[in-house]
């Protein structure tokens, strides 16, 4: 694909953002580019796990701002569309790849080194786990900019994952974090050697892979549910819905014996 490389391995999909030259700025391109393979993970049951990085220096620096997101500059779109129209369009797209990011049901490791900037930053967290090398820093300067912190769904990821009154302080400091606060703050799941956060990424997959197939769909599944649950009683409903299908999995029961046994389980996700 134009900006994005696709690498399939053994049940793992990794997804590389490519523009190097311009540290994978965000396009109208890239960004139709990652709602396309991620509506095809929607229906892709042979993929189990999937990665997301950046080519080269970092992961990315946000919205091109020289041709950006169908935003600033933006040749695209029809062309008796208004400036306005196209930025809310692009800014509208890239908050579907952070939607979708949460909604495929494959957990998505997030392969983070240098900058993860603007709305790069809201697909990062919108990944399930994510995996730093000592580059990495996380840059939200939106008003420093004179825009909102809200952006491409950051206002709603970031309290959920530090609390609001952290997130308030970052996002109103227009605070750069970097790994080791990223870490404390537990936006990151491991930090690795320099260079070796894609390496570290596909380790977690593997360990991943070795889980139940139902298992990990669901969890993901119930993780989101919780997320805008009216309460507990509702939650409880959905996790009891989804803990009795699995007694009709064949998994359920390889996965109890082989605990029984002392052995790794063999998932067929049967």
Not at 33 to 54: C, F, K, S
Request: with cysteine; net charge negative; glycine share 12%.
């Amino acid at each position: 694909m134009g900006d994005l490389r696709l690498d399939r391995r053994d049940g793992v999909l990794v997804i590389t953002l490519s523009r190097p030259e311009r540290l994978n700025a965000v396009t109208a391109a890239l960004t139709e580019e990652m709602i396309d393979v991620l509506n095809e993970l929607m229906r892709d049951t042979e993929t189990r796990v999937v990665v997301l990085t950046g080519e080269g220096r970092g992961f990315s620096a946000g919205m091109d701002l020289r041709g950006g997101a169908g935003g600033a500059g933006d040749p695209g779109g029809d062309p008796g569309e208004g400036r306005p129209q196209k930025i809310y369009r692009g800014i509208a797209r890239g908050g579907e790849v952070t939607a979708r990011l949460r909604e495929i049901p494959q957990p998505v490791i997030a392969a983070l080194h240098g900058p993860v900037a603007g709305m790069a930053a809201s697909w990062a967290l919108a990944c399930d786990l994510r995996v730093a090398d000592p580059t990495t820093s996380f840059v939200v300067p939106f008003v420093d900019l004179g825009l909102s912190a809200g952006d491409c769904g950051l206002s709603w990821l970031l309290p959920r994952l530090v609390g609001p009154a952290r997130a308030a302080e970052i996002f109103y400091r227009a605070r750069r974090l970097d790994v080791a606060e990223a870490a404390a703050l537990g936006l990151v799941t491991e930090v690795t050697e320099q260079g070796g956060d894609v390496e570290g990424a596909l380790a977690l997959a593997g360990e991943l892979l070795a889980k139940s197939p139902y298992g990990l769909r669901r969890t993901k599944e119930l993780l989101n549910m919780s997320l805008d649950a009216p309460g507990l009683r509702a939650q409880l409903a959905a996790e009891t819905g989804v803990q009795t299908l699995a007694f009709f999995t064949e998994d359920l029961a390889e996965g109890m014996t082989a605990t029984m046994e002392k052995r790794p389980p063999d998932f067929k996700n049967r």
